[in-house]
């Protein structure tokens, strides 16, 4: 029986410069040109690398599913602290749990991550054959062993409930040979297996790119900084705690936090000396920048700025954190009283650089794995480390306990991590439940403020908030949901009757 998903990518090559991404080379698909062509050398087989990079972020099915990108504005739109506009184009069926009735989303992520693997098993399999230098087979190799390891993070973290709930619970399907449309489909491998191949990958890719140094900018290349970062997600999931903070802090030794400035500059750059992975976009090659119509809620060019915050999540910062500027009232025509998160802008040309992996992750995983490991005085010295730099207040070990400095650090998680695509995995990984409270007054009433209109008059309006307050069957959000889980598109069930068995 014939996989639907899996099939050969075209092969084309897209060099990402420092300055952006920059089209390099377009071929025609690999089943048009001769395999031997193809991965006969080790240079071919980089382009092919940097077009399957290219592929996951840059291939539209709509405009709200903008390339890899769209899997992590899923995760923002189901968790707490993002109040969708719903009636604005793109994530309603996230925010509102019915992610199930959207075939062309399920789709776009499992076909997303399987041809990027599929690719991946190309080159990692091809690849010591090819000619060339061992130092440059090293490199790539190592770069698709890490990304194939990510894309299965992926779907281990939203196909399935966590690790830590049952190791055994049947995830997905497992590939590493390379496949096309007449390959027999597999079943679903279990978490534990699925993991297993994640920890093989990664700890090959750490071997073979001990001595890659990637071009100055290219941020989009996988190095050792990746690759320990991709670890520590991975021991954060299956509770390895000292593993975790350990590749953490390998992870983000040399990325500094960002200034003030920066933090409000728009996270739209990849030159950002916090970030240690993103993918870059300019004028002429900017698909992945869609996202930011759905992110950015402050720029006139912004067509759906639909992901408002939470009235809620705005309490929880300090007045002297920096974070705390970002947040204003919108006064415009038809959305006052939504709260505006301006922690993501457009460039002046309508692009923005897609962030993937900030040191500042790093430090809340070394906090969260060294409070769960029983280290308590490191946990708080990391969280406190991260919150010297936003200028928030410390937090005191005094009179709290293990558990209280755990949800303190998930707190800031949720504070420093906004719209970057944690919100879901998190509540997944956690195995807590989607927290969303009506901000009302003390008679239940929407809370009101006041704003300006156009003419510059004071008007009192009604806060806007959360308009999703419970699953669609009406019952309460709990723990280990089904409604939380990415579902695996029909036309892969239709076409892989293997995969359930």
């Not at 406190?384 to 707190?411: H, M, V, Y």
């Not at 990415?486 to 359930?500: A, H, R, V």
Request: proline share 4%; glycine share 6%; hydrophobic share 35%.
């Amino acid at each position: 029986m014939k996989i639907n998903i899996i099939t050969p990518l075209f092969a084309t090559a897209v060099l990402l410069m420092a300055s952006g991404c920059k089209k390099e080379l377009t071929t025609s698909p690999t089943t048009a040109v001769s395999e031997s062509l193809i991965y006969g050398d080790v240079n071919n087989i980089e382009k092919v690398l940097n077009g399957t990079w290219a592929y996951m972020n840059d291939t539209y099915f709509t405009y709200a599913n903008p390339g890899y990108s769209t899997i992590l504005r899923t995760s923002d739109a189901m968790g707490d602290d993002v109040a969708i506009i719903t009636n604005k184009y793109g994530y309603r069926d996230a925010y509102e749990f019915t992610l199930a009735n959207n075939q062309t989303r399920l789709d776009a992520a499992w076909t997303i991550l399987y041809k990027v693997i599929n690719n991946c098993n190309n080159i990692i399999t091809k690849i010591d054959a090819a000619g060339g230098s061992a130092e440059k087979k090293a490199q790539v190799k190592g770069q698709a062993l890490a990304l194939r390891a990510n894309s299965y993070l992926t779907l281990a973290t939203y196909y399935q409930f966590s690790y830590l709930k049952d190791p055994n619970a049947k995830a997905v399907p497992i590939y590493t040979e390379p496949t096309n449309s007449e390959t027999q489909g597999k079943p679903k491998s279990t978490l534990e297996e699925v993991y297993t191949l994640i920890n093989a990958d990664l700890a090959e890719a750490e071997t073979l790119l001990q001595n890659y140094a990637r071009p100055n900018g290219a941020k989009y290349k996988i190095n050792l900084d990746v690759v320990h970062g991709l670890q520590a997600r991975t021991f954060l999931n299956t509770g390895k705690w000292a593993a975790a903070a350990k590749s953490a802090a390998e992870a983000r030794k040399n990325y500094n936090y960002m200034s003030a400035a920066n933090y409000t500059a728009g996270f739209n750059d990849l030159s950002n000396g916090e970030w240690i992975w993103g993918h870059g976009q300019q004028p002429d090659q900017n698909t992945a920048s869609y996202s930011f119509h759905y992110l950015d809620v402050t720029s006139p060019n912004s067509y759906y700025y639909s992901f408002m915050a939470d009235p809620n999540f705005k309490l929880l910062f300090e007045d002297n954190d920096i974070r705390s500027k970002l947040f204003s009232w919108d006064e415009q025509a038809g959305r006052e009283g939504y709260l505006r998160y301006a922690k993501f802008k457009f460039r002046a040309d309508e692009t923005g650089d897609i962030v993937l992996m900030r040191s500042s992750e790093m430090t809340l995983i070394q906090a969260e794995a060294s409070a769960r490991n029983g280290d308590l005085n490191s946990a708080v010295q990391y969280l406190n480390e991260l919150r010297q730099a936003r200028n928030a207040a410390p937090f005191s070990l005094s009179g709290n306990t293990e558990s209280s400095l755990i949800d303190a650090i998930l707190i800031e998680r949720r504070k420093e991590l906004w719209g970057e695509g944690f919100a879901l995995s998190d509540i997944l990984r956690t195995q807590t439940a989607v927290v969303r409270k009506p901000y009302t007054d003390a008679t239940g009433q929407p809370i009101k403020i006041d704003i300006k209109d156009k003419n510059g008059n004071i008007q009192s309006v009604s806060t806007r908030q959360h308009t999703t307050l419970k699953f669609p069957d009406g019952s309460a959000f709990k723990p280990n949901s089904p409604y939380y889980l990415f579902k695996i598109p029909q036309s892969e069930l239709n076409t892989n009757p293997e995969i359930n068995k």
